[in-house]
Structure formats: C-alpha cells, structure tokens
C-alpha cells in the first residue's frame, strides 16, 4: 500500500526528494518485490493479464514463486548458527548478551535481513526497545526517504513512513529522525508530537547488498530475476489456458441462416439445412512450445546465483578426468553469468566463497 502525501511542502519544508517521480517509483518497485517474494503474487498477474488478453476473467491465474527460491540460495549468510562471544565481558556479560539476542530472536531478524537484502539491494535496521525488551526492525525501501552525508553510509535524515491498518491516507503518520530530534506527523505535515533525540545519533544501521558508490543510497539490480518471474507467471497460465481450451471441443454448425445457438443432449434431434452439419473440433494448441518456453525461463532463474563446486584436473588436457585424475581439494563458487559462445562452448563467471576438501 502507497500513498501520495496531499502535502507536498511537507517534504519540501524537510529538503527531502520525496514527492518525485523516482521516489514513488522506488516504492513501488520495492513494495511489488517484496509481493512476489511472498507469495502475493496474484494481483501483479492480473494487472499484467489485463494488458495481454481481452478475457483474462475466463482464464484460471497460476504463479510459480521463482523470487523466494533464488534470493534464498543466493543469501548464504545465517545459514548456519552462528556462534558469538563478547569479548573483553565477563561470564554474567556473556550471559545477559546471548539472553538479549534470544529474547529479540537475532539470528532468525538477521536471517531475514541477509535475503531481503539480496532481493531489495538496501535495507535498513533499527535496534528499539519494545515491551521492555531489546527489538530489530527491518526496514525496507518502501516505507523510507533518507538524507545523506558526504557518503551513503553517513545518514542526516531518515522519515518511516507508516501506513496504519486501514485504507485511509487520514491514517498514514510520518517519523522524522535527525540526530537532534524525533517528530511525528499526520498525513498533512502536522506536528503531532516531538522530543529531543534520545540516542543523540541516528539509530539506523544500512545495509547494502555491495559497496554503494558514493552517489547512490538505493541500490539497483536484480530486475532481470523481476522479469523472469513475471514471465513464468504469465507462461504458465497461458500453459493452463491452453491445457483447458484442448481438453473440451468447440461445436460448430453449418448451413445455419440465422446464426443461432443450438443446445443439443444426447438422444436429442436437431434440423439443419439441406447439406448443412453439426460437428465438434479441438483446438491445436502449441502446448509443447510453451511448456519448452517454460523450461528455460525456470532454468535461467535458478542458474544464475547457483552454486557449485569446482575441482581440478591434474591433467588438463584430459576431458573426461576420473577421480584420480582430480585435485583433493577444490571451491565452493557462485555462479555469476552463463554465456554460450560458438558452438556448444560455455563461458561461465563465478565467484569462489570457500575452500572444500
């Protein structure tokens, strides 16, 4: 759910950028992704079914979630447990730090974190304290304008924006966070209430998917995983169409003057013209195209990100190495881009992320 502020001096007053065209298109670009990453991927392909197909009522919507799969594969971090000490603190120190990491549920926030991070490029945290114990928000571009420093990493200015439960912009409030204070307002830029910052910083931590240029706050990438979902979903409904509009034959009448609807049941006669016929035919659909179609969007999906294990040989000039032939030890790698050159030769780029044995 987005909103445009009925105020737009609201953000002017503030010297922040949020009442352009590339902010509301970053928000409702990051709003569709995280959609498809959960599953609500249902009104996208209507929208976009709407535009392909002059009934798209009649056809039965299927969505295949390619987003969720990739972007957990590609997010290794917290993958495992990790394990942590407090270095420097004693054993009642130690004690109290793993009590508050469980009580906010840490490694499963941070989890989360690490894929939404793949999936949306930037993020933010924000440690709070809530029902009297330490939380983790994360927060994702849809709900946030920011204002930074001389780099990305130095933070000025961060407004939340909070939608509420209901439909209503009347409902939409704002938080304000600079170093020197915290303000909340209505939707129209009124001051509901303001305080003095207690922390005397900001209390937001970005975290970004690589290291952002010195120009950009808002990561890009990952459009063509965007892209590749939308069309699988369209794909396969159009596989389901097609499936449905073979499996039932359409009848026909010839000779008909009048153009009429005919209903015939079984052991029913019918009159038709001198030479005229009642008949039923099936539609040759091309369904063999589209599940191959199919077949190779799913598999571009999931080949670029994936990972590998690569090991080898001591002998290059063999093709077909045998196990004694190979290295003891090898890398784990992800793949980065698969490229088909002439003729049956790959070009693969990856990236070592650790030693196996």
């Not at 409702?28 to 197909?53: C, I, P, V």
């Not at 009934?55 to 594969?73: A, R």
Request: glycine share 6%.
């Amino acid at each position: 759910m987005l909103f445009t502020s009925q105020v737009p001096q609201l953000f002017s007053k503030m010297e922040m950028s949020l009442y352009t065209a590339a902010t509301q298109s970053r928000k409702t670009e990051t709003a569709k992704r995280l959609n498809l990453y959960h599953d609500a991927q249902l009104e996208r392909l209507e929208e976009q079914l709407n535009q392909l197909f002059s009934d798209p009522d009649s056809m039965i919507k299927v969505t295949l979630n390619i987003v969720k799969k990739v972007i957990n594969n590609l997010a290794q971090v917290y993958r495992e447990p990790p394990v942590r000490t407090l270095e420097g603190g004693t054993d009642k120190d130690q004690q109290l730090y793993s009590e508050i990491l469980e009580q906010c549920s840490f490694d499963v926030k941070m989890k989360q974190a690490s894929r939404y991070c793949k999936l949306l490029k930037t993020i933010l945290l924000r440690p709070v304290f809530r029902n009297n114990r330490l939380d983790l928000d994360i927060l994702t571009g849809n709900l946030l304008d920011i204002v930074c420093g001389d780099s990305p990493e130095i933070l000025e200015k961060v407004l939340v924006t909070n939608y509420g439960t209901s439909e209503k912009i009347e409902d939409v409030t704002y938080s304000l966070w600079t170093p020197e204070t915290w303000t909340r307002l209505d939707y129209r830029g009124n001051i509901l209430e303001q305080e003095a910052n207690p922390y005397k910083i900001l209390p937001f931590l970005p975290i970004f998917d690589f290291p952002p240029p010195s120009s950009a706050f808002w990561l890009p990438g990952g459009d063509d995983l965007i892209s590749l979902q939308e069309a699988i979903n369209i794909k396969i409904t159009d596989l389901v169409y097609l499936i449905q509009q073979q499996s039932f034959g359409v009848g026909y009448i010839k000779g008909s003057q009048t153009g009429a609807t005919l209903k015939v049941d079984p052991g029913s006669l019918a009159e038709i013209p001198e030479n005229g016929e009642i008949g039923f035919v099936s539609q040759k659909a091309e369904i063999e195209q589209v599940v191959a179609a199919i077949d190779k969007l799913i598999k571009w999906a999931v080949k670029e990100g994936s990972l590998v294990g690569l090991i080898t040989s001591k002998e290059p000039e063999v093709d077909e190495p045998t196990p004694d032939q190979l290295h003891q030890k090898g890398v784990v790698a992800r793949i980065h881009r698969v490229v088909r050159s002439d003729g049956d030769t790959l070009q693969v780029i990856v990236q070592g992320i650790e030693r196996i044995v």
